[in-house]
Nanobody, 123 residues
């Protein structure tokens, strides 16, 4: 599975972005998907995950109430809508394809990773 993330950019505090991740591969529609992020000098951290069907989602505390993960299996795409962005949300955001159909906050449960897209929140 190859993953290509896009949609990052520079936004002012309080602004919004929608990230997209397009997957190439036959297992997309049966795999759980996740978004992670990594800021300079910090470890990669979990942001959000969704099951293969899109019916169940999980969020980190930093994402709850501000971010929304969704997927469109017909388009082999998973999205991350981010609202009320703050400077501390600045990071490279990565999408990942899970080893199974469930959702997980653990990086070890993901088999494939995209290259990431930069999100910068600054005034």
């Amino acid at each position: 599975v190859q993953l290509q993330a896009s949609g990052g950019g520079r936004v002012q505090p309080g602004g919004s972005l929608r990230l997209s991740c397009v997957a190439a591969g036959r297992t997309f529609s049966t795999s759980g998907m996740g978004w992670f992020r990594q800021a300079p000098g910090k470890e990669r951290e979990f942001v959000a995950a969704v099951t293969w069907s899109g019916q169940d989602t999980r969020y980190s505390e930093i994402a709850k109430g501000r971010f929304t993960i969704s997927r469109d299996n017909a388009k082999n795409t998973v999205y991350l809508r981010m609202d009320k962005l703050q400077p501390e949300d600045t990071a490279i955001y990565y999408c990942a394809s899970g080893r199974g159909s469930w959702m997980s906050s653990n990086t070890r449960d993901y088999a494939y990773w995209g290259r990431g897209t930069q999100v910068t929140v600054s005034s």
